[in-house]
């Protein structure tokens, strides 16, 4: 049943038993892993796309939660970006106040405590809640639900701004999400968030956006349907380049705010690339059996051949990649990754082991299986003398390819 209206929901790709995406393993644990079954469909109804089952939320955002939004030097850049533009319009009012739901480590609040503006994140993982603290950032250790959203506004008074990056999609229970916003935002307040988005998951297929966390793959037409059914309208898009492509969306009380033309030109774009339709969705299930098998074979001759391939990147992304097409131990030597809470330990499900980044260059593999595909560039530019050494990288969206 749809999540977001009750509508009946048509499964149309099933990626097998995955463990908890961020559940990475210490190699002495000897306990049962973690396994649900990852099968995507659409509602019959309001056209949202979404998992069929479900993550008990506490299992994916607890006290280790591995993730810290500041790694990457691109995420910040587009965080302060983002940030300096609410100050300059949003938040340019008398006193303003701005909530984020899943705050992470506060690289947005950050710029925005900066400059003096009245800020609250409420973020349920207590390690990246208290690297948040530790930057000046104001955090409530917490899911976001309407209690919370009451509790904040009887506090703070109603925010001009709710703010959500790679985060609303991640949370099933959208009706107490809504009633929170509509108990915390003011009369004339946005809700604004971005999400990896629909339409460049099918262009692209790139079928590694679907893991636990990621819940709901939005499009416009199906955010548009939610808005409606909870009083809220979708007043503007963006398209955005970031984690592979995600829109940000901005929701205002319905009737608040004339809708931007860009809204209207994205829903036009999907309509004309028939994306609501199931048979595009299962043409994309398709073309996800298609990397697998293709990803599958070249591991195996590369290993028949005797070459080294390393992957890079112990991304959550990585294990639906990994479980799905079957890559272990046995195919990719190792993965290399930059977050010490990762290293030393197993990818979940596949067990492979994690080695720091400098693993990478001694000696340099043969090649590197990009599973950090969406920071390809970054990753390239640093990694040009591992090209210059005749290393090759492993790409798979939106093809299986070796460069
Ligand atoms: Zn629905």
Redesign the pocket.
Known sequence: M?R????SVEEFLDLGRQPLSDAFRDPADTRPEYFFRLAVGQ?A??T?VQLVEEVPRERMFHEDYPYHSSGSAVMREHFQRLAGRLLETELSGADPFVVEIGCNDGIMLRTIGQAGVRHLGVEPSGGVAEVARSNGVNVRTDFFQESTAVEVREEHGPADVIYAANTFCHIPYVESIFAGIDALLGPDGVFVFEDPYLGDIVAKTSFDQIYDEHFYLFSARSVAAMARHFGFELVDVERLEVHGGEVRYTLARLGARTPAPAVAELLAEEEEADLANLTTLRRFAGNVHTIRDDLRTLLKDLRAQGKRVVAYGATAKSATVANFCGIGPDLVEFVCDTTPAKQGRLTPGSHIPVRPADAFAEPYPDYALLFAWNHAEEIMGKEQEYEQAGGRWILYVPKVTVE
């Open positions: 749809c977001v209206c009750g509508g509602c109804t309001c949202m």
